[in-house]
């Protein structure tokens, strides 16, 4: 093999970066057959932190097109390499790379599976390897001891092979012994091949997990495109393109074990992301999208990098994007229910962890090794987007495979470390009583490996000294994962559970009860302990025992569950929780709670308590019994705390926004579940009456009141929208305003219960602004019999069809009421040719005219804008539209004219059609088992919980209706295509 000289670079003071990034015009220059930097040149071109240094320990030819690395307990680097990538087949291997002379450069190099098909990832076990590739999860064993596998099993096949960067991948063994693999977002059907009658496992939307030892596996929350990572605390994180690190919040278990209630997301980004997410290249990089410039693309392979020898950075989250060709950090910033992250650079520093000026640097992957260093995975290549993603004429460009003979592995290390020796690696002979040792190691690769070794093991003589550890380590780290060998060795006592139910971390406190819950049948203190895990000082316990006990303890003792309703106020996660583990009992809990007087805490309010006041006062509501006597004690309860508002506001402010979101969230929760809000009034008692005549009173000023903030504004007018006072909305909606305030008329007269002369509505139609147009139209074509009436108006031309978007235009022309659908085809008719083609040759001749971008940005805020952004117009709901400057016109312009000539899966038309008639129209945003997210026009959201859901419908079209160019003119067209493709 041949022998390299070690590259070092020194950085005691940060390396100078550019201020500003311009896209390259890839089409104009393609990329140089010949990278501008050698491998023993490479890291002279990298910008690393201050304190450390970086060395080159592997490159070609001993290492070719690396994605991922892991290192073994003999301290070899197993590398997956991707030669295949993008296009190619059956080119993919596995190397193992050692240090043989200790020189610190992994010199030797074996191959020891090739002919592979797209590799994605390794996890090491029973020294052999855990791999995920195209569909499958193989595992595979070296046993004659040549260095090459010769045993190749299929463990779990069925993943989706659609696309080769969205694949299964990272193979990772978790703290809880189960190896985890992130989906790639293409999902598949999975099975065990090796059994008869394997049970088969969706995993669209989800991760996937499995235990090497018994073979069960599951579909788990998710999903992460390349890249899953876990923190000490256990914690999991995936990554997608826009989302450089999104922790997994809630088990899809508790999703099921909870099903009565809706989760929206089960997972939340821990640092900021897509447009909000910014990054500082050395290089003038080219992406698909202008508008994502300085912001991640592909983030990829997400580390939290747990090592000894970075210097102040242990529990930092690093996470690559190889076509900005950097690594970027944040640091944890807050420990609560869920990890919050920030930036380890201030912006204004403009710099990044890691950035290379070689613009084939490309890290995709990062891994803590043996010796408690970062490495760097770089697979080298002079293209690394995939030729699905860019534009056609981009597609074929020789150069996408440029560099498919390269690759190189870097390691970070404190300025000036010396290195253990590399034989202190080796820990493959360690006894039991070491291997128990080191899982109190600073370094997290000793407590894994060690900890998977003990697994493989199963030593007779692990008990006792496990149990010490546990016991005395002063390392929480040590006593949390000999807590988990003990149970992964089926070891696990009671008292085990007990004493880390009490322990001084709440890391380990929160695998208590994970613990308690996996094992409460045998833990005879289980309720008490449950209980005291309820009350935990720390968040993050206080949120896994709501999810793990919510079931178990009794939702009667109120003074234990009105002290975690306090607490799950403070964070939206912990009202999530809290909300699944009460369930249908909320509204005992709600009444307790302003029965009792625990209002207090609504006197210092934020945004974030105000929202969650508002999603537990909703749920409550929507919990209303169908029994007639318990929903009538429920509705007359609800009457009595609503007179008793007034004196809230009194007592706590007036317009206290805590006592205006306990109301809006049980008015609109009622109103969700047809409860005719705008009569229960009438049920009260004359001084009960007289209280909420105020309350109407107090809501109608805030409404009409012009200097107030807007958020009381909007209050008082869905106040009134819930009191039925519609010739108040009827007055406000007339009235001189801003548009927001408008629309919230609008829609409260449609939510109000009452009876809305629509009619009169419509007859100030043509005077509304186009926001307001739009609403209009929204609560008209909720009801059949009020679509009717808009129909007349058209037919009758006292509305033209042409203040008609196409959007709204369309819910009519497929309306399930043939009747209402006929009507509208007539109206449609007159106005758009249907012969596509033939529009596309008509408007063609706008291509020749001279265009005018200025002119055509109007043309797109009037009918682009509800659904597509560019820059800081519109809503991003359908697919971005801003990356259009390397696009020829004529492609623009079949876009706009044949919507359904190519729809991307993601952004399909779906419609929801509810138990009660009801049907919702959008792009099926997030599934989980208990709900759907619809994302519709103008950035709204609806979450649908499933057992509301009679049929869910894909229209196999996109969003976007045909016939925009009804409302465009040739000269418009010509300005709108100048303006997309030009808007910069």
Same mark, same amino acid.
């Given at each position: 093999?041949?022998?390299?000289?070690?590259?070092?670079?020194?950085?005691?003071?940060?390396?100078?970066?550019?201020?500003?990034?311009?896209?390259?015009?890839?089409?104009?220059?393609?990329?140089?057959?010949?990278?501008?930097?050698?491998?023993?040149?490479?890291?002279?071109?990298?910008?690393?932190?201050?304190?450390?240094?970086?060395?080159?320990?592997?490159?070609?030819?001993?290492?070719?097109?690396?994605?991922?690395?892991?290192?073994?307990?003999?301290?070899?680097?197993?590398?997956?390499?991707?030669?295949?990538?993008?296009?190619?087949?059956?080119?993919?291997?596995?190397?193992?790379?050692?240090?043989l002379?200790?020189?610190?450069?992994?010199?030797?190099?074996?191959?020891?599976?090739?002919?592979?098909?797209?590799?994605t990832?390794?996890?090491?076990?029973?020294?052999?390897?855990?791999?995920?590739?195209?569909?499958?999860?193989?595992?595979?064993?070296?046993?004659?001891?040549?260095?090459?596998?010769?045993?190749?099993?299929?463990?779990?096949?069925?993943?989706?092979?659609?696309?080769?960067?969205?694949?299964?991948?990272?193979?990772?063994?978790?703290?809880?012994?189960?190896?985890?693999?992130?989906?790639?977002?293409?999902?598949?059907?999975?099975?065990?091949p090796?059994?008869?009658?394997?049970?088969?496992?969706?995993?669209?939307?989800?991760?996937?997990?499995?235990?090497?030892?018994?073979?069960?596996?599951?579909?788990?929350?998710?999903?992460?495109?390349?890249?899953?990572?876990?923190?000490?605390?256990?914690?999991?994180?995936?990554?997608?393109?826009?989302?450089?690190?999104?922790?997994?919040?809630?088990?899809n278990?508790?999703?099921?074990?909870?099903?009565?209630?809706?989760?929206?997301?089960v997972?939340?980004?821990?640092?900021q992301?897509?447009?909000?997410?910014?990054?500082?290249?050395?290089?003038n990089?080219?992406?698909?999208?202008?508008?994502?410039?300085?912001q991640?693309?592909?983030?990829?392979?997400?580390?939290?990098?747990?090592?000894?020898?970075?210097?102040?950075?242990?529990?930092?989250?690093?996470?690559?994007?190889?076509?900005?060709?950097?690594?970027?950090?944040?640091?944890?910033?807050?420990?609560?229910?869920?990890?919050?992250?920030?930036?380890?650079?201030?912006?204004?520093?403009?710099?990044?962890?890691?950035?290379?000026?070689?613009?084939?640097?490309?890290?995709?992957?990062?891994?803590?090794?043996?010796?408690?260093?970062?490495?760097?995975?770089?697979?080298?290549?002079?293209?690394?987007?995939?030729p699905?993603?860019?534009?056609?004429?981009?597609?074929?460009?020789?150069?996408?495979?440029?560099?498919?003979?390269?690759?190189?592995?870097?390691?970070?290390?404190?300025?000036?470390?010396r290195?253990?020796?590399?034989?202190?690696?080796?820990?493959?002979?360690?006894?039991?009583?070491?291997?128990?040792?080191?899982?109190?190691?600073?370094?997290?690769?000793?407590?894994?490996?060690?900890?998977?070794?003990?697994?493989?093991?199963?030593?007779?003589?692990?008990?006792?000294?496990?149990?010490?550890?546990?016991?005395?380590?002063?390392h929480?780290?040590?006593?949390?994962?000999?807590?988990?060998?003990?149970?992964?060795?089926?070891?696990?006592?009671?008292?085990?559970i007990?004493?880390?139910?009490?322990?001084?971390?709440?890391?380990?406190?929160?695998?208590?009860?994970?613990?308690?819950?996996?094992?409460?049948?045998?833990?005879?203190?289980?309720?008490?302990?449950?209980?005291?895990m309820?009350?935990?000082?720390?968040?993050?316990?206080?949120?896994?025992?709501?999810?793990?006990?919510?079931?178990?303890?009794?939702?009667?003792?109120?003074?234990?569950?009105?002290h975690?309703?306090?607490?799950?106020?403070?964070?939206?996660?912990?009202?999530?929780?809290?909300?699944?583990?009460?369930?249908?009992?909320?509204?005992?809990?709600?009444?307790?709670?302003?029965?009792?007087?625990?209002?207090?805490i609504?006197?210092?309010?934020?945004p974030?308590?105000?929202?969650?006041?508002?999603?537990?006062?909703?749920?409550?509501?929507?919990?209303?019994?169908?029994?007639?006597?318990?929903?009538?004690?429920?509705?007359?309860?609800?009457?009595?705390?609503?007179?008793?508002?007034?004196?809230?506001?009194?007592?706590?402010?007036?317009?206290?926004?805590?006592v205006?979101?306990?109301?809006?969230?049980?008015?609109?929760?009622?109103?969700?579940?047809?409860?005719?809000?705008?009569?229960?009034?009438?049920?009260?008692?004359?001084?009960?009456?007289?209280?909420?005549?105020v309350?109407w009173?107090? %809501?109608?000023?805030? $409404?009409?009141?012009?200097? /107030?903030?807007? !958020? &009381? =504004?909007? @209050?008082?007018?869905?106040?009134?929208?819930?009191?039925?006072?519609?010739?108040?909305?009827?007055?406000l909606?007339?009235?001189?305003?801003?548009?927001?305030?408008n629309?919230?008329?609008?829609?409260?007269?449609?939510?109000?219960g009452?009876?809305?002369?629509?009619?009169?509505?419509?007859?100030?139609?043509?005077?509304?602004?186009?926001?307001?147009?739009?609403?209009?139209?929204?609560?008209?074509?909720?009801?059949?019999?009020?679509t009717?009436?808009?129909?007349?108006?058209?037919?009758?031309?006292?509305?033209?069809?042409?203040?008609?978007?196409?959007i709204?235009?369309?819910?009519?022309?497929?309306?399930?009421?043939?009747?209402?659908? %006929?009507?509208?085809? $007539?109206?449609?008719?007159? /106005?758009?040719? !249907? &012969? =596509?083609? @033939?529009?596309?040759?008509?408007?063609?001749?706008?291509l020749?005219?001279?265009?005018?971008?200025?002119?055509?940005?109007?043309?797109?805020?009037?009918?682009?804008?509800?659904?597509?952004?560019?820059?800081?117009?519109g809503?991003?709901?359908?697919?971005?539209?801003?990356?259009?400057?390397?696009?020829?016109?004529?492609?623009?312009?079949?876009?706009?004219?044949?919507?359904?000539?190519?729809?991307?899966?993601?952004?399909?038309?779906?419609?929801?059609?509810?138990?009660?008639?009801?049907?919702?129209?959008?792009?099926?945003a997030?599934?989980?088992?208990?709900?759907?997210?619809?994302?519709?026009?103008?950035?709204?959201?609806?979450?649908?919980?499933?057992?509301?859901?009679?049929?869910?419908?894909?229209?196999?079209?996109?969003?976007?209706?045909?016939?925009?160019?009804?409302?465009?003119?040739?000269?418009?067209?010509a300005?709108?295509?100048?303006?997309?493709?030009?808007?910069?």
């Open positions: 093999m041949r022998k390299m000289k070690i590259c070092t670079l020194s950085c005691s003071l940060l390396l100078c970066t550019v201020g500003a990034v311009f896209a390259d015009e890839p089409n104009k220059s393609p990329s140089s057959e010949v990278s501008s930097a050698t491998a023993e040149d490479s890291v002279n071109h990298i910008q690393i932190p201050a304190g450390t240094e970086l060395e080159l320990v592997a490159s070609e030819p001993q290492v070719i097109d690396p994605i991922a690395i892991r290192f073994d307990e003999f301290g070899r680097m197993w590398v997956a390499q991707m030669g295949d990538y993008p296009e190619g087949k059956g080119k993919s291997s596995i190397r193992i790379l050692e240090d002379d200790n020189d610190g450069e992994f010199e030797t190099s074996r191959l020891f599976a090739d002919d592979l098909h797209f590799v990832g390794l996890q090491p076990w029973k020294q052999g390897v855990i791999v995920t590739m195209a569909g499958r999860v193989a595992y595979m064993k070296d046993t004659d001891g040549d260095h090459q596998a010769d045993v190749i099993e299929d463990w779990y096949v069925g993943f989706s092979e659609d696309n080769t960067q969205l694949r299964a991948n990272h193979p990772r063994l978790g703290l809880d012994n189960h190896v985890y693999v992130a989906n790639g977002l293409r999902g598949g059907v999975v099975k065990d090796r059994g008869k009658d394997s049970k088969t496992v969706n995993i669209s939307g989800m991760d996937f997990k499995f235990d090497p030892i018994t073979a069960k596996y599951e579909a788990v929350s998710g999903a992460g495109q390349f890249g899953l990572t876990f923190d000490d605390q256990g914690n999991r994180y995936v990554c997608s393109n826009r989302n450089p690190l999104m922790q997994i919040m809630i088990a278990k508790y999703v099921k074990k909870y099903s009565g209630t809706a989760v929206a997301d997972k939340q980004d821990a640092a992301a897509g447009v909000e997410s910014k990054i500082f290249p050395l290089t990089f080219w992406t698909t999208s202008n508008l994502h410039e300085g991640f693309t592909a983030a990829c392979g997400v580390l939290i990098y747990r090592g000894h020898s970075l210097t102040g950075m242990k529990g930092i989250a690093l996470t690559c994007d190889p076509t900005g060709n950097l690594v970027h950090a944040e640091r944890p910033s807050q420990a609560r229910a869920a990890m919050t992250y920030l930036p380890m650079y201030q912006d204004s520093e403009q710099r990044e962890f890691l950035a290379s000026r070689d613009s084939w640097f490309r890290a995709v992957n990062l891994r803590t090794g043996p010796d408690g260093c970062l490495y760097i995975v770089d697979m080298h290549r002079a293209v690394i987007e995939h699905n993603w860019v534009p056609a004429e981009l597609k074929n460009r020789k150069d996408t495979r440029y560099g498919d003979d390269k690759g190189r592995i870097y390691r970070l290390k404190s300025k000036g470390e290195l253990e020796a590399r034989w202190n690696w080796n820990i493959a002979n360690s006894d039991t009583e070491d291997l128990v040792l080191l899982l109190e190691h600073p370094n997290s690769w000793h407590r894994e490996t060690a900890a998977r070794l003990l697994l493989e093991r199963r030593p007779d003589d692990a008990e006792a000294l496990l149990s010490r550890m546990f016991i005395h380590s002063i929480w780290e040590g006593r949390q994962r000999a807590l988990w060998v003990l149970e992964g060795l089926g070891l696990l006592q009671p008292k085990h007990e004493a880390a139910v009490s322990d001084s971390s709440p890391a380990v406190r929160k695998q208590a009860a994970v613990l308690l819950e996996k094992y409460w049948d045998a833990c005879p203190n289980g309720e008490l302990l449950a209980k005291k309820l009350v935990d000082s720390s968040q993050s316990v206080q949120f896994q025992a709501l999810l793990s006990f919510g079931d178990r303890i009794d939702h009667a003792d109120f003074q234990l569950w009105l975690v309703f306090s607490r799950s106020i403070e964070d939206k996660w912990l009202t999530q929780a809290m909300l699944m583990a009460v369930g249908d009992e909320l509204p005992k809990l709600v009444q307790e709670f302003w029965t009792r007087g625990q209002d207090g609504l006197k210092s309010m934020s974030g308590k105000t929202e969650n006041i508002y999603r537990i006062h909703h749920a409550a509501a929507r919990y209303i019994s169908t029994e007639a006597n318990a929903r009538q004690a429920w509705l007359t309860w609800v009457v009595q705390w609503w007179s008793e508002a007034p004196q809230r506001y009194h007592d706590l402010g007036v317009r206290n926004q805590g205006t979101a306990s109301l809006l969230g049980t008015l609109d929760g009622l109103r969700s579940r047809s409860v005719n809000v705008s009569v229960l009034p009438a049920t009260a008692s004359s001084e009960q009456q007289v209280q909420i005549d309350l009173d107090f %809501s109608k000023q805030w $409404a009409g009141n012009v200097t /107030l903030p807007a !958020a &009381d =504004r909007l @209050a008082g007018i869905k106040l009134l929208g819930h009191a039925g006072k519609i010739s108040v909305l009827m007055e909606l007339v009235a001189p305003t801003r548009s927001e305030f629309v919230a008329v609008l829609q409260s007269l449609q939510s109000s009452s009876a809305v002369p629509w009619d009169q509505v419509l007859g100030h139609f043509s005077a509304m602004r186009p926001a307001v147009k739009r609403a209009c139209l929204d609560a008209i074509l909720r009801k059949p019999t009020t009717l009436l808009l129909l007349d108006a058209l037919e009758a031309k006292d509305i033209s069809a042409n203040e008609v978007d196409s709204r235009m369309n819910r009519m022309l497929k309306h399930s009421d043939k009747t209402i659908a %006929s009507r509208a085809t $007539a109206i449609q008719g007159s /106005l758009v040719n !249907a &012969d =596509r083609q @033939a529009v596309l040759a008509k408007y063609r001749a706008a020749t005219l001279e265009a005018f971008p200025k002119r055509g940005e109007i043309v797109f805020r009037k009918n682009c804008a509800t659904c597509h952004k560019i820059g800081e117009i809503m991003q709901v359908a697919p971005d539209i801003s990356d259009s400057r390397t696009r020829q016109p004529i492609q623009i312009l079949t876009d706009i004219l044949q919507p359904n000539r190519a729809i991307d899966n993601n952004y399909m038309h779906y419609s929801i059609i509810l138990n009660d008639g009801r049907v919702l129209d959008g792009i099926l997030t599934e989980t088992s208990s709900s759907v997210t619809l994302r519709q026009p103008e950035g709204k959201q609806e979450v649908v919980p499933r057992l509301e859901i009679d049929e869910i419908i894909s229209r196999g079209v996109s969003l976007m209706p045909e016939g925009l160019e009804k409302n465009i003119t040739l000269q418009q067209m300005d709108l295509v100048s303006f997309v493709k030009n808007w910069r």
